[in-house]
């Protein structure tokens, strides 16, 4: 399967987004768990988005929160996508419809890609199991991606950089990449040359053009 998305998770900074999207990212993670170091609330949520180009798919990343509370939220910030990264039921991917939904799980010894076939969302996203919710910076072994692409467009994360990127898209074949940690100085705060990094390599291995980066021509 073709790579689609490429996304940079964990902005809270306006000038974090434009460099992700200059650089090509393809979509960009706000995190509304308020438990998380990477948290946002609706206003920052909303002033980043406002700076992102049409190209740019804005995420709102969720976990165990009510479906009313997401949608006021996607409402709010105009998202183009939720992502649940809890433990929610497939009911709740149903309850949000018509809106854009993708279902993380975490991904350890007793992860059963069969499970996904319960869950009617547009994308997976996979994740290293590591007892946090997401930001762990590990991998897990991207063959499993392979495994669960009879489900579903899937979205390869954990510990993903500039320097193993196109390991896991090699391995993987996904639909999606996404990196938050390992792009970081601190939590919450990306390092530009980091991002950079990590998407030149996964556009560089999918071979793909850059929509947001003006033709210097």
């Known amino acids: 399967m073709p790579l689609e998305i490429i996304k940079v998770c964990g902005i809270t900074r306006v000038e974090d987004a434009l460099v992700a999207a200059r650089e090509g990212a393809t979509a960009i993670g706000l995190n509304f768990y308020p438990g998380s170091p990477r948290y946002v609330d609706f206003g920052r949520g909303a002033m980043i988005g406002a700076v992102l180009p049409h190209t740019v798919l804005?995420?709102?990343?969720?976990?165990?929160?009510?479906?009313?509370?997401?949608?006021?939220?996607?409402?709010?910030?105009r998202l183009d996508v939720v992502q649940l990264h809890g433990d929610e039921p497939p009911f709740d991917c149903e309850a949000l419809a018509p809106l854009r939904?993708?279902?993380?799980?975490?991904?350890?010894?007793?992860?059963?890609?069969?499970?996904?076939?319960?869950?009617?969302?547009?994308?997976?996203?996979?994740?290293?199991?590591?007892?946090?919710?997401?930001?762990?910076?590990?991998?897990?072994?991207?063959?499993v991606a392979r495994e669960a692409a009879r489900y579903g467009k899937i979205?390869?994360?954990?510990?993903?950089?500039?320097?193993?990127?196109?390991?896991?898209?090699?391995?993987?074949?996904?639909?999606?990449?996404?990196?938050?940690?390992?792009?970081?100085?601190?939590p919450g705060v990306k390092d530009a040359a980091k991002?950079?990094?990590?998407?030149?390599?996964?556009?560089?291995?999918?071979?793909?053009?850059?929509?947001?980066?003006?033709?210097?021509?």
């Open 101 to 143: 939904v993708w279902k993380a799980f975490r991904v350890g010894e007793e992860f059963e890609p069969r499970r996904l076939a319960d869950y009617p969302c547009e994308a997976f996203l996979l994740d290293t199991d590591s007892g946090l919710l997401g930001g762990a910076g590990r991998t897990f072994p991207w063959g």
């Open 195 to 217: 991002v950079r990094e990590f998407l030149h390599a996964a556009k560089a291995y999918a071979g793909g053009e850059n929509p947001n980066r003006e033709n210097d021509a």
């Open 155 to 186: 979205i390869v994360a954990g510990g993903l950089d500039g320097g193993n990127v196109a390991d896991a898209i090699r391995a993987a074949a996904p639909w999606g990449v996404d990196a938050s940690s390992r792009l970081e100085r601190s």
């Open 58 to 77: 804005r995420v709102g990343v969720f976990v165990d929160e009510t479906s009313d509370r997401i949608r006021d939220t996607a409402r709010a910030v």
